[in-house]
């Protein structure tokens, strides 16, 4: 099975990265485009496999929360495909970049010339978003291994439940703002998140439910469920198509129409007939999404679907299958199933095994716990205990980066304020939560240990972490070197002050005061020349006043340089513009010797 | 498979051979094509109009509103405006932008699509480029800043900082914004008439600037003009406007 699984995952992805290399190297021109959005195939297929990802978590910590027993092998597939299809969507949105190697001016960090991403874009809210939401699902998943030796870690996992069930919420909100947060009128409309939210569900289950048939067992709560999502996706595409006239008749026909047959218990109790329920659902939702994202998908001004597009399709297919089967057999020995099944898994010997478990068992759980008068108070529940602490922290330290963030200007034209870091918040406290939450368990508590390759690991995120908040808060390096520094405080000598000005504008006014030919490449419009002429007319104090409160392009000084310093460095700016008419002058009089020597 | 291993190294060293031999190739691999003639953007331009799409005559423009961006000035404010009752819709103005920007041309299985590269374009049979709205929408969802305003009103584009994630194209009401599909210059579809605009790199947004470069020029000519004559200040300034 494994071998057979490996064989047909090379045989997707091998093309498959073919014609992945291929549209890098050729650009956006090489998949199907949609003249109006220049958004293709890997914008659907990220919001496809997010989707998916989004889902498998969403399962398993939903049910996890809600005091819904699902056994611990459903449960760890749901999360190592939330990982694996994770993994596989951060590759489109970088793939569909029209500059790959600039794909991290996307994230909020200020770099040494004061730009930050534009906070208001969705695209950036979904940046961090989705990072965030990449820690905790891994951690999550982390611990549910790990739970094995440690039993006592088991105690974390409801409480981290808890805070993933509303961050996969607002995670997926977020990334249906990338479309209804916009000018398209196909895209419009406050229901898009619950739309999104829905699809993701219903693909996450039919995924879930797939790989459960390739595990030889089914689950009946969740095939119930993905019928249940049927006919709200079909409810919302009705009405979608009430509204605005748009419908995608293919989407309707394989993930409308025919997971219906569910209802046949000759399909149902097949095992080829709900692979193929699954496998239309998941067709008929890539397609759905591929007419969401190119709203002009079919008409003469966008192409058609190309071997480019369905080579990344199988790309993801295969990088799928083989990352998935790849890692849970080599993490099989944390895997073991250990006996405790959930409620309604049949087709096997598993049946009895499970039915046997139920009847000795005498702890309760989900509905029946209700019914029976088991109510536990939300406040006394043990889960609040072990969150009430970390939670007060993230509560605290969002609180803390709502004040900063008010009305703050990081970069002249890029607003700071409190609106647009909304989407940001919730996300902000489940990681400041989870990470306190953690940090208690392993220094306090002491509820588990740590080999030493994991130490380092989670040493050097944390060093990352901190060096990305530090690079978020003041930027990358703009300091001059010591002797610059030095320099700049003893601005009376002009080779002093020299120094300070290649530290400090060299980079893109050039040592010599002329243009570096970096920056001309890489600001337009093309600033003016600092010549002689220039120079004066603007005169000495405007130009200070320039240097230190900035202008257009230039970056503020003021709190990095002395009114003293500023004066200096436009003095020596000075010194060069006169030193090159000087040379100007002189260059333009042997012009003239020559000419006048010629005849 | 009968190869021994004297076999082997010589088939190994012949290829690497080889792979010298192709590296010591005087041609470089990214040899400039030749630069295209005025006439080939005379003939797209008639074409594009020839291919002016329907579906977008009638968009609905943004009146433009108040600059709604931090250090926003409260003097200048610079824009567009055309007679449309003088227009007769000869598509001059597209070469003549064509040739002030170095919008470079594209290659003909794009313009059968209609994807050209052109920053004014004839919609109704009237002249359209980006609107410079004033709260734009292009603005709001770049997720770098390549896309800004300046203080005075102008939508400007920062071609270095554009990662090419086409959000902007996305949400441009007026669908002026246009995106570099091609290497131009590699395919010899462009060429810099003007060199105070750059040529424009493969993966970044482009679209009309309001031709920022002249308006530069002309303040400096303004800046220069001052402590002349003081008194010639209102007419300088209408000449730089």
Redesign the interface.
């Known amino acids: 099975m494994f071998r057979a699984l490996m064989i047909a995952g090379l045989a997707l992805f091998l093309p498959g990265a073919c014609a992945l290399g291929y549209s890098v190297f050729q650009?956006?021109?090489s998949w199907m485009?949609d003249?109006?959005?220049?958004?293709g195939t890997p914008i659907s297929l990220f919001v496809f496999w997010i989707g998916l990802a989004h889902a498998g978590t969403l399962l398993s910590a939903v049910f996890l929360a809600l005091d819904i027993r699902l056994d611990r092998r459903t449960a760890l597939i749901a999360e190592l495909s939330t990982l694996v299809s994770l993994a596989i969507a951060a590759v489109f949105?970088l793939m569909?970049?029209?500059?790959?190697e600039?794909?991290y001016?996307?994230a909020p960090l200020l770099d040494a010339r004061g730009?930050?991403?534009?906070v208001?874009?969705?695209?950036?809210w979904d940046?961090c978003c989705i990072a965030v939401y990449a820690v905790l699902s891994l951690l999550f998943f982390a611990t549910h291994l790990k739970a094995r030796s440690y039993p006592a870690l088991d105690m974390f996992r409801k409480p981290m439940a808890w805070l993933l069930f509303p961050l996969v919420l607002w995670v997926h909100t977020v990334v249906s703002l990338?479309f209804a947060?916009?000018?398209?009128p196909e895209w419009r409309g406050a229901f898009f998140p619950v739309y999104f939210i829905a699809g993701a569900i219903f693909s996450g289950l039919a995924l879930v439910n797939l790989l459960l048939c390739t595990e030889g067992y089914r689950v009946r709560l969740l095939e119930r469920l993905q019928l249940i999502c049927s006919w709200i996706l079909c409810a919302i595409w009705i009405w979608d198509y009430m509204l605005k006239g748009s419908f995608c008749t293919s989407a309707f026909v394989f993930a409308g129409v025919l997971p219906q047959f569910r209802m046949v218990s000759a399909i149902r109790e097949n095992k080829w007939g709900r692979v193929a329920i699954s496998l239309s659902i998941l067709l008929g939702l890539f397609l759905e999404r591929q007419f969401l994202v190119s709203p002009e998908f079919g008409s003469?001004?966008?192409?058609s679907l190309g071997w480019v597009d369905w080579g990344l399709l199988a790309f993801s297919a295969g990088a799928f299958v083989l990352l998935f089967w790849g890692i849970q057999y080599s993490l099989k020995r944390f895997m073991e199933v250990d006996g405790s099944y959930f409620g309604e898994v049949d087709g096997s010997d598993m049946a009895e095994v499970e039915e046997a478990e139920l009847r000795d068992s005498p702890v309760v759980y989900g509905v029946e716990k209700s019914k029976k008068g088991f109510y536990v108070h939300p406040w006394s529940s043990e889960e609040y205990y072990v969150l009430r602490l970390p939670l007060l922290v993230g509560f605290a330290v969002t609180i803390a980066f709502m004040f900063w963030a008010i009305e703050r200007?990081p970069?002249?034209?890029?607003?700071f304020s409190l609106a647009h870091v909304v989407p940001l918040l919730y996300p902000l406290i489940a990681l400041v939560a989870v990470i306190v939450l953690y940090a208690r368990a392993y220094f306090v508590q002491k509820v588990f240990a740590l080999h030493r390759l994991e130490k380092i690991v989670a040493a050097a995120l944390l060093v990352l972490a901190g060096a990305c908040a530090g690079t978020f808060y003041a930027g990358g390096s703009s300091e001059g070197s010591a002797d610059a520094r030095k320099s700049a405080s003893e601005f009376g000598d002009l080779d002093l002050v020299g120094a300070a000005w290649n530290a400090r504008c060299a980079t893109c006014h050039g040592t010599d005061g002329k243009f570096n030919e970096k920056f001309?490449?890489?600001?337009?419009?093309?600033p003016?020349k600092l010549d002689l002429?220039?120079v004066d007319?603007?005169g000495v104090d405007s130009l200070v006043n320039v240097v230190l409160n900035g202008r257009?392009?230039m970056n503020p000084y003021a709190g990095r340089l002395t009114y003293d310093e500023a004066r200096a460095l436009v003095n020596y700016m000075r010194s060069l513009a006169v030193r090159d008419s000087a040379v100007a002058a002189s260059a333009a009089g042997k012009q003239e010797v020559a000419n006048d020597s010629t005849p | 498979m009968g190869m021994d291993r004297r076999e082997f190294i010589k088939s190994c060293s012949l290829v690497a051979m080889m792979g010298l031999l192709f590296g010591c190739r005087k041609v470089s691999l990214e040899a400039l094509a030749a630069e295209p003639s005025l006439g080939q953007f005379e003939d797209e331009v008639k074409l594009a109009m020839s291919l002016s799409k329907k579906h977008l005559d009638l968009v609905r423009v943004p009146m433009p509103g108040m600059l709604d961006i931090p250090g926003a000035s409260s003097v200048n404010r610079f824009g567009m405006a055309i007679d449309l009752d003088l227009c007769n819709g000869c598509g001059k103005c597209i070469l003549a932008c064509n040739v002030e920007n170095n919008v470079p041309l594209v290659p003909a299985e794009d313009a059968g699509r209609g994807r050209f590269m052109h920053w004014v374009e004839m919609r109704g049979g009237a002249p359209l480029m980006c609107a410079h709205c004033g709260k734009a929408p292009c603005e709001r969802v770049c997720p770098t800043g390549a896309a800004n305003h300046t203080p005075d009103g102008l939508s400007a584009m920062m071609y270095k900082r554009c990662t090419g994630s086409r959000f902007c194209g996305a949400n441009c009401p007026v669908q002026a914004r246009k995106f570099n599909f091609n290497d131009a210059r590699k395919l010899g579809l462009a060429r810099q008439f003007n060199k105070e605009v750059p040529l424009r790199d493969k993966g970044v947004m482009e679209k009309c600037s309001l031709c920022l470069h002249r308006l530069q020029d002309d303040r400096l000519k303004f800046k220069r003009k001052v402590p002349a004559c003081p008194a010639d200040k209102g007419a300088s300034l209408v000449c730089a406007a």
Not at chain 1, 35 to 39: E, K, L, R
Not at chain 1, 96 to 100: A, N, S
Not at chain 1, 300 to 303: D, E, L, M, T, V
């Open positions: 650009g956006p021109s485009t003249a109006h959005t220049f958004w949105p569909h970049l029209g500059v790959i600039n794909f001016m996307v730009n930050i991403a534009n208001r874009s969705p695209l950036v940046f990338d947060a916009t000018f398209v003469p001004a966008s192409s200007l970069f002249e034209n890029v607003e001309v490449r890489e600001f337009y419009p093309v003016q002429q220039r007319s603007l257009g392009n």
